[in-house]
């Protein structure tokens, strides 16, 4: 039995996994036959002059697939879990819900039914309303925020007790239509979001909580941190470029792409410019830019956002111990040149404790951290075993293992299967890369760097064995065909840098405002393409964005 899977042509949601009509990732092959392993699996081959469209998906790749699948089997398993605790849950809900009943009290004055546009001259009065609920929020068990329309205005209700406990009132959606009764009263001047307000609340309205005397210092911090790291570089010889963040290559794994339609062909937001950085280092040598990055990654944890600030540079002529070197300095300069900046004392209000942290940073290989896990029974929590070799470690245990040794740790030596093509492999274990994470106590990684592949037939091979059709890619490629040298290079998170400096929570913190979700910014991006392009036209690079000269 075979099973077929084409980037290029496949689709998850028509394809069938046959020959003609094959899927699109080699998940959705997996989950459609179950992870059986028997099954041969078909990717597109690279080999565009080959008679055979397809070939057999590699070890490596099928092998870091099938973690994958397996992480979605238990996600879906822990789903259903959830599903059904949330149903039992529900029915105890409705159980307790039955038992509560409201009538009116027949011994307040008789209220005055009105149309909302009425109401303004009542003020202070009993009366009555009819509409739809436009808005609903819940705080709590005892407390209903509801807006509702009736075709003439708005009116805000607030609910609460055994008002917000019948079972109609924890059924109620938008649109439902509802009477309410009630005293009309002016809403009171002050803040809808207060330093008390639940976390959601707060980000929904982060354009009222910047005003807050903390934010506003933070947003002033932000600017003046930010002009110490191109301080930093400017001193030390770097030439800022502007990538672009419209592009048609993916640089961190296809699975966190936000794609969108470019005129007919498939393009996507920079995950990152380091690519681009690197096509440039035979012009001008050391390079560095602060730009856009966007990761389509679900994930609600206090560091993770879809959009964020990326400080990323590249330098050629580099050796692994000197790209380590590169990184201490940057992060002890940008912190010195803060505190002799006229925002020394609002930096020191922010943080009382901050200080330029001592070098050296501390060195712990990947392995050694695999058997710091293990000595301290931090075990894979989907899974309930101890992490191996090759297996990545996620933000919990690597947050709990930074936070133990409270300082900063260089994390050296990631193994190749779970980084990215264009890492180079350590010359003393082939099994290994020149990577490093810099790990900062109270946030975890704040920067990923890594030696880059120089040598053609190696890097072609990891184009193969990530499954990436090497085509698009074709200028960086040529960077291996002219002139090739070692270099390195490294992407900082500006948001996770700051919430470490200014000992923030969450990363969200340090930023002006932020989206609802993946979700929405995927939609925002697409009703708006045409005023991303209004920009894109002055980059100068278009790199595999072949129809950029017809805007």
Not at 435 to 459: C, H, T
Request: aromatic share 10%.
């Amino acid at each position: 039995m075979s099973v077929y899977v084409s980037q290029k042509k496949g689709c998850d949601e028509s394809g069938d996994g046959s020959e003609s009509k094959p899927y699109k990732t080699v998940l959705k092959a997996l989950l459609a036959i179950s992870g059986d392993e028997s099954t041969t699996v078909y990717v597109d081959n690279v080999d565009e002059t080959a008679d055979a469209p397809f070939v057999e998906i590699s070890a490596s790749q099928k092998k870091k697939q099938m973690k994958l699948y397996q992480a979605e089997v238990r996600k879906g398993k822990a789903r259903e879990q959830k599903e059904s605790e949330d149903a039992h849950r529900r029915e105890e809900m409705f159980q307790e819900a039955s038992k509560v009943t409201i009538s009116e009290d027949t011994s307040l004055e008789r209220a005055q039914e009105l149309k909302i546009r009425d109401c303004s001259g009542y003020r202070d009065k009993r009366i009555k309303v009819y509409g739809w609920i436009h808005n609903l929020r819940r705080q709590g068990k005892n407390i209903m925020f509801l807006v509702i329309r009736d075709g003439t205005g708005f009116l805000q209700c607030v609910l609460s007790d055994k008002l917000c406990q019948t079972v109609d009132a924890i059924q109620l959606q938008t649109e439902a239509t509802v009477l309410v009764y009630g005293v009309l009263t002016k809403v009171p001047e002050e803040s809808v979001v207060t330093e008390k307000s639940d976390v959601d609340l707060q980000l929904r309205q982060k354009h009222l909580v910047i005003r807050w005397e903390e934010h506003s210092k933070i947003l002033k911090l932000r600017s003046a941190i930010t002009f110490c790291f191109r301080q930093y570089y400017f001193d030390q010889g770097y030439v800022e470029v502007t990538p672009p963040t419209l592009v048609k290559t993916q640089c961190e794994g296809g699975s966190t792409l936000f794609s969108f339609d470019y005129f007919g062909e498939q393009a996507y937001l920079t995950q990152s410019s380091q690519l681009y950085l690197e096509t440039v280092l035979p012009s001008i040598g050391d390079v560095f830019c602060m730009a856009q990055s966007y990761r389509a990654e679900k994930a609600k944890t206090r560091r993770h956002l879809s959009e964020f600030t990326h400080v990323e540079a590249e330098c050629p002529f580099i050796t692994f111990d000197g790209l380590l070197e590169r990184l201490e300095d940057l992060v002890c300069g940008v912190c010195e040149r803060a505190l002799a900046s006229p925002f020394k004392d609002m930096l020191l209000e922010v943080n009382p404790d901050f200080k330029v942290p001592k070098r050296p940073f501390k060195r712990m290989l990947y392995t050694e951290a695999i058997q710091w896990l293990k000595d301290h029974d931090i075990k894979n929590e989907e899974t309930g075993q101890y992490y191996e070799f090759g297996e990545d470690i996620p933000e919990a245990p690597e947050r709990k293992m930074t936070d133990a040794i409270n300082e900063p740790i260089f994390l050296c030596k990631f193994p190749a299967g779970i980084k990215a093509f264009y890492m180079l492999k350590s010359s003393d274990d082939e099994r290994l890369t020149d990577s490093v994470d810099l790990l900062m106590p109270n946030v975890g990684e704040i920067i990923g760097a890594s030696m880059r592949e120089y040598r053609l037939d190696v890097l072609m091979e990891g184009y193969k064995r990530e499954g990436i059709d090497p085509t698009p890619y074709y200028w960086y490629t040529d960077q291996r065909k002219f002139g090739t040298s070692k270099s390195g290079g490294y992407g900082l998170g500006l948001e996770r840098f700051l919430t470490w400096m200014l000992n923030t929570n969450p990363t969200s913190e340090t930023c002006v405002c932020i989206l609802g979700s993946a979700k929405e910014l995927t939609h925002d991006l697409t009703s708006a393409t045409g005023q991303c392009f209004v920009g894109f036209i002055k980059l100068y690079i278009h790199m595999g964005l072949q129809n950029a000269k017809h805007i």
